[in-house]
């Protein structure tokens, strides 16, 4: 397996057999426009997503509560150069215990960095797998492409497959351990006024930024040097006729090593262009961590929000 080839982890509270019914049940997670049988081996199904792309599949191994291997038999893309790029290449699931947890291991070998499509794949999976998937194994619901209608075939293919969750990253020299240890260091660069604990998987800690923004989050995911992602389970954002727009968001910081360096890709899933705090809230993302982490991690200082006396009223419900 090259280091380029695309992978991503999940870590869930649910037993592997759960997880490996969820994986199977493609129409949960990935889309609803599925045909063919999706969990049994030598089986083939196709997956559609309107004139943008195509592919046929075909299930290779398939150990019980342990790995799912698909192999793509063709492809096509109606916005890339070589309309074929995925055909040839392997979807692996790995399941695997890690102390009461199950880990899934996401790779799609042969997707890598020199392929015309990488960047809209690449985001494409990351929100199917951290997002649809992780909420199907967790809440029993994901979230699929729907059912198909007609629209502009002049589209852009990102928002088109579903993928414009908010997104950056950052590239470092230092080690992904470093990266990560400050990253947990919350205070250091995105606020000072926290409460709570933010190092540990299941950890729960709320940020306060004066009046305008109060959340409190917790840590569902954690694997040392590799990821970090904490659940939105209450907010008030009080500039907004919607508060609570980022409740049940999830925010992600996944960290790869390549070329000697460390890259940190931050995705706030939930955060998309359609809600109201959209351009305010990626103009702060941005900021804290192109410059705020950035600087913590490069230099020691970041730049977070200091104290502040006034705090937003926090009601029961938006805990």
Not at 98 to 112: C, E, P, S
Not at 135 to 151: A, C, D, V, Y
Not at 290 to 312: A, V
Request: charged letters at 25%; proline letters at 3%.
């Amino acid at each position: 397996m090259a280091i380029s080839d695309f992978t991503t982890t999940l870590l869930v509270e649910q037993s592997p057999t759960e997880v490996f019914n969820a994986i199977n049940n493609v129409r949960g997670w990935w889309s609803e426009e599925i045909e063919g049988i999706t969990d049994k081996l030598n089986e083939e199904f196709t997956y559609h997503y309107e004139d943008v792309h195509r592919c046929k599949i075909k299930l290779i191994e398939v150990i019980q509560d342990k790995k799912v291997v698909w192999l793509v038999l063709d492809n096509y893309f109606n916005f890339t150069y070589d309309k074929n790029e995925w055909k040839g290449t392997k979807i692996i699931f790995e399941i695997s215990q890690k102390d009461t947890k199950t880990q899934i291991r996401f790779t799609h070998l042969g997707l890598v960095p020199g392929y015309e499509c990488y960047e809209v794949c690449r985001d494409a999976w990351s929100n199917y797998i951290n997002n649809s998937l992780r909420s199907l194994i967790t809440t029993g619901k994901g979230q699929p492409n729907p059912k198909e209608e007609m629209n502009d075939n002049n589209e852009d293919p990102s928002k088109k497959m579903n993928i414009h969750d908010f997104q950056t990253g950052i590239t470092v020299n230092v080690t992904p351990d470093e990266a990560f240890k400050d990253i947990n260091n919350v205070t250091k660069w995105w606020t000072e006024n926290l409460e709570g604990n933010s190092q540990q998987l299941n950890d729960e800690f709320t940020v306060r930024f004066g009046d305008m923004h109060y959340s409190k989050q917790k840590l569902v995911e954690i694997i040392q040097g590799e990821k970090i992602v904490w659940l939105v389970t209450g907010s008030n954002l009080s500039w907004l006729n919607n508060k609570h727009e980022w409740n049940n968001t999830i925010i992600s910081f996944e960290i790869t090593r390549k070329d000697n360096k460390t890259r940190i890709h931050f995705t706030h899933f939930g955060l998309v262009p359609e809600i109201e705090c959209y351009n305010d809230c990626s103009n702060a993302w941005n900021s804290y961590i192109h410059d705020s982490l950035y600087n913590l991690i490069t230099t020691g200082k970041g730049e977070p929000d200091p104290i502040r006396e006034n705090r937003p009223e926090v009601h029961q419900d938006e805990r």
